[in-house]
T-cell receptor, first 113, second 114 residues
Framework: DQQVKQNSPSLSVQEGRISILNCDYTNSMFDYFLWYKKYPAEGPTFLIS?????DKNEDGRFTVFLNKSAKHLSLHIVPSQPGDSAVYFCAATTQGGSEKLVFGKGTKLTVNP | DVKVTQSSRYLVKRTGEKVFLECVQDMDHENMFWYRQDPGLGLRLIYF???????EKGDIPEGYSVSREKKERFSLILESASTNQTSMYLC?????????????FGDGTRLSIL
């Protein structure tokens, strides 16, 4: 049973426009969510996170929105740049737990110049 | 800056061999993890460790074992390598106490079993 789902395997956007990556989860015990970015032949790099006590967290061009009632989160990148082209993984965990992360399958973002 | 170092970027081994993948972190992190990444499957947790000599099974532990003799080092062992263990292996670490600390990953080892 897949607890964290990224239903879009790929996304293509034009440079300067907004990229929106989506993630759904099924486990209501999850209360901390993270986004990682991964380039080929490199390890994932932490991008941004959000706790369930918030509905929005912003860091520069990156904003994560959390809708707890819908069990849905999204990552917005504005404006998108060619260097943002990578695979983005959504992950979830429970605070105070074992710090085990449950990952989605990833979305490959391509930003075209 | 946290540094997680995996001993090999690329490794080619033969079926039936015993394979060791090494991971070292330099931030005195309590928790360490081993994942494998396969196309279309995302990252799947193999084993993790809270402390020296402690280990717990993740979601796909079959065919693997781990060793944590020192806090900074976490080894993944393929007891008898098989072709279905060809994959990208990723090591990660994080602090135990603060639950909202992100995991830091190494650059991965791409392992091919022939």
């Amino acid at each position: 049973d897949q607890q964290v789902k990224q239903n879009s395997p790929s996304l293509s956007v034009q440079e300067g426009r907004i990229s929106i990556l989506n993630c759904d989860y099924t486990n209501s015990m999850f209360d901390y969510f993270l986004w990682y970015k991964k380039y080929p032949a490199e390890g994932p790099t932490f991008l941004i996170s959000i706790s369930s006590i918030k509905d929005k967290n912003e860091d520069g061009r990156f904003t994560v929105f959390l809708n707890k009632s819908a069990k849905h989160l999204s990552l917005h990148i504005v404006p998108s740049q060619p260097g943002d082209s990578a695979v983005y993984f959504c992950a979830a965990t429970t605070q105070g737990g074992s710090e085990k992360l449950v990952f989605g399958k990833g979305t490959k973002l391509t930003v075209n110049p | 800056d946290v540094k997680v170092t995996q001993s090999s970027r690329y490794l080619v081994k033969r079926t039936g061999e015993k394979v060791f993948l090494e991971c070292v972190q330099d931030m005195d992190h309590e928790n360490m993890f081993w994942y494998r990444q396969d196309p279309g499957l995302g990252l799947r947790l193999i084993y993790f460790s809270y402390d020296v000599k402690m280990k717990e099974k993740g979601d796909i532990p079959e065919g693997y074992s781990v060793s944590r003799e020192k806090k900074e080092r976490f080894s993944l062992i393929l007891e008898s390598a098989s072709t279905n263990q060809t994959s990208m292996y990723l090591c990660a670490s994080t602090r135990l106490v603060m639950s909202n600390q992100p995991q830091h990953f190494g650059d991965g080892t791409r392992l091919s079993i022939l």
